[in-house]
């Protein structure tokens, strides 16, 4: 089945720093990257999306300059965190569609990472 | 308004005995899509059922089916024969819109954590 590969599964980090997650999609092309930040025991929340090639759209009130997010091939998206701060810390997961015109890996159309969970310390 | 509703919080099942998981959504638009994830205590969503909104049957998958009431706007998931390893937080999501061109977000409900007990 289709696989989405997201880095790391685990990651702390110093307050102030920059941390990059990446979502790599295995078998297939990845023209749309939805990116989700999850609280404990909460719903996923949208954070933004991203088409390869274009510059992503974010959900209102989600900070652009903060989250910085690269869609520059269809096989690999990424999701910068920069200047960390504890409040940021959480479970960030990636879910890669490839449109219709790239059929539906998954059978739903959605290929979910596994998520990475950021501590800010 | 909340576009998916789960009024469960948490869920308690005996093993081997069914158990429904309530979900109603809120759209207008006439084309959309219903998901059902499980999400286990490692965070990995895990893709289980998904029905269309054109679709005339019910969507079965194993153990899981989806029971949809269009009208009353629900799309309960029903698992049968309940398994300790069924134990974990369950979302219901919409995706609004056909899936022609880029793709559509999903949205996600507030979750069932379903315990079953041995």
């Known amino acids: 089945g289709a696989v989405v590969s997201q880095h790391p599964s685990r990651v702390i980090c110093k307050s102030g720093t920059s941390v990059k997650i990446e979502c790599r999609s295995l078998d297939f092309q990845a023209t749309t990257m939805f990116w989700y930040r999850q609280f404990p025991k909460q719903s996923l929340m949208l954070m933004a999306t991203s088409n390869e090639g274009s510059k992503a759209t974010y959900e209102q009130g989600v900070e652009k300059d903060k989250f910085l997010i690269n869609h520059a091939s269809l096989t690999l998206s990424t999701l910068t965190v920069t200047s960390a701060h504890p409040e940021d810390s959480s479970f960030y997961i990636c879910?890669?569609?490839?449109?219709?015109?790239?059929?539906?890996?998954?059978?739903?159309?959605?290929?979910f990472g596994s998520g990475t969970r950021l501590t800010v310390v | 308004a909340q576009k998916i509703t789960q009024t469960q919080p948490g869920m308690f099942v005996q093993e081997k005995e069914a158990v429904t998981l309530d979900c109603t959504y809120d759209?207008?638009?006439?084309?959309?899509?219903l998901f059902w994830y499980k999400q286990p205590s490692s965070g990995e969503m895990i893709f289980l059922i998904y029905?269309?909104?054109?679709?005339?049957q019910n969507a079965t998958e194993g153990r899981y089916s989806l029971n949809f009431q269009k009208a009353r706007k629900s799309a309960n998931l029903v698992i049968s024969a309940s398994q300790l390893g069924d134990s974990a937080m369950y979302f219901c999501?919409?995706?609004?819109?056909?899936?022609?061109?880029?793709?559509?977000?999903?949205?996600f409900g507030s979750g069932t954590q379903l315990t079953v007990l041995p």
């Open positions: 879910s890669a569609s490839p449109g219709l015109e790239g059929g539906h890996p998954s059978g739903d159309g959605y290929t």
């Open positions: 759209t207008s638009d006439p084309s959309y899509g």
């Open positions: 029905q269309g909104s054109y679709d005339q």
């Open positions: 999501a919409m995706r609004e819109g056909t899936s022609s061109g880029s793709a559509r977000q999903l949205t």
